[in-house]
């Protein structure tokens, strides 16, 4: 199907004001998808794939073809993941999510309210949903046995459920959250950029409708919840007391990534791109020995790396082929409905993105959507932005467990203990509904902030 997508564009008559180069373009792009659809290669073989035979057909300059690897984007992911890697390393997050919990009354609702906190806390340090949830639902399941809750009872379900949305899917609310954010984003032309202090503002409000459905949907679920008993002080202290006073590495890699963090929050009064102050993390962690070559080598995921980089080029080649300007043209003409209001336009993503999740995931299914939709937004005058904070809400659903890889690893990571795949299912309905009520009524805000006009 790949070679026959391939080869059909190419002798097919352009269309749509398309150029030959512009079929072949699409062409190869829908024989890529293809094969990320049936999996018989790795995503980052059938991205390179794709850029050699944007440069083999003569459809861009080499330069074109690999520019995503000379973008600030690019080596902001490279330094982003090396202090991920550090402080995953390092035993602070799990530290931190202890001591958090610690201040949080010993029954049911007061851990419940304590690993919220420490999610929302834990989440602008460590950009990877999976990582996060891996530490929080197997901290959630340790609370509810020291509770005495059985297996996927009611109340291990509450607080692993709990620990799953608010470790791994508050991802999009915050810029650093995760690669994925970083990688959507990079998509878009530099005419529109965000730092994170305004991705932060622009999706406060969201995330306040987002955790208070979510929350309500939990406790209405498992409302008939009792401990069998509160959590006794020595379980937590007790596993404080293993970890150990704080190392140096953990002093320096908790005071270096916090440092980041607050110069990118104020990157509206300095002005440096938010590469440049990574790159100034990344020297220190490494003059400091606390990022070691072992760590450079194997704690940075280099195949996602060379895939991000040809994503990152798909924008400019598709620009240089004119192929943004037709698709624009094409979908005014035949999809005009969908623009005609923000509320319709936005409700038709998420629904597009749920339908698209259940055949292309994760990046993917990002890089897939936000590129063919970005000429609909513009018609619609919907900010980028808001198209990347959606699209990324509506692409990691878990209707099916196979839809979401956070979901997945927050179940295996339990072994299957804290919460059950039909406990899931029910709360991947209320993510939905979550998602859909969050899109909608944050529209009269984002006007406000002029995001849609």
Request: glycine share 8%.
């Amino acid at each position: 199907m790949a070679v026959a997508s391939v080869f059909g564009f190419h002798i097919a008559e352009p269309v749509a004001g398309l150029s030959r180069h512009g079929m072949d373009f699409i062409g190869i792009g829908l024989a890529a998808v293809i094969l990320w659809i049936v999996n018989i290669m790795p995503d980052y073989i059938v991205a390179l794939g794709m850029a050699m035979l944007w440069v083999l057909g003569g459809l861009v300059e080499p330069e074109v073809a690999l520019s995503g690897f000379a973008s600030p984007t690019w080596l902001y992911m490279i330094f982003i993941m090396a202090m991920s890697a550090v402080i995953t390393k390092s035993g602070f997050l799990y530290r931190f999510s202890l001591h958090a919990l610690k201040r949080f009354p010993a029954n049911y609702r007061g851990q419940l309210w304590g690993i919220v906190a420490g999610g929302i806390m834990l989440n602008p340090m460590i950009p990877s949903s999976s990582a996060k949830v891996s530490l929080g639902v197997p901290i959630a399941q340790t609370l509810s046995e020291s509770m005495g809750f059985g297996a996927r009872s009611h109340g291990a379900a509450g607080l692993g459920l709990t620990a799953m949305l608010f470790y791994g899917f508050t991802a999009p609310f915050v810029l650093t959250g995760s690669y994925t954010n970083v990688l959507a984003f990079g998509l878009v032309t530099s005419a529109s950029p965000v730092n994170w202090i305004q991705w932060f503002i622009y999706a406060l409000p969201a995330f306040i409708i987002f955790s208070s459905v979510l929350l309500a949907i939990i406790f209405i679920m498992f409302r008939k919840t009792a401990s069998a008993k509160p959590i006794a002080a020595d379980v937590l202290d007790e596993q404080l007391r293993l970890l150990g006073p704080l190392t140096r590495e953990e002093r320096i890699a908790v005071v270096t990534v916090l440092s980041c963090i607050i110069m990118l929050v104020l990157q509206p009064l300095h002005g440096i791109d938010s590469a440049w102050i990574m790159l100034i993390g990344f020297a220190v962690l490494v003059i400091s020995g606390v990022l070691d070559r072992k760590t450079i080598s194997t704690g940075i995921d280099w195949t996602f790396l060379l895939f991000l980089g040809v994503a990152f080029s798909f924008s400019a080649a598709a620009n240089e082929l004119g192929l943004v300007e037709a698709l624009s043209s094409f979908l005014g003409q035949h999809m005009g409905v969908f623009v005609t209001s923000p509320f319709f336009f936005l409700a038709a993503v998420i629904v597009l993105s749920f339908i698209v999740t259940l055949i292309v995931r994760d990046d993917p299914a990002v890089i897939l959507l936000v590129t063919a939709l970005l000429p609909l937004a513009d018609q619609a005058g919907v900010h980028p932005w808001i198209l990347v904070f959606v699209v990324l809400l509506s692409t990691d659903p878990f209707f099916f467990a196979y839809q979401s890889p956070t979901y997945l690893t927050a179940y295996y990571s339990s072994e299957g203990k804290a919460f059950s795949h039909r406990q899931g299912q029910k709360v991947a309905f209320a993510y939905g509904l979550a998602v859909l009520l969050l899109a909608l009524l944050c529209v009269p805000y984002w006007k406000w902030l002029g995001l849609i006009h």
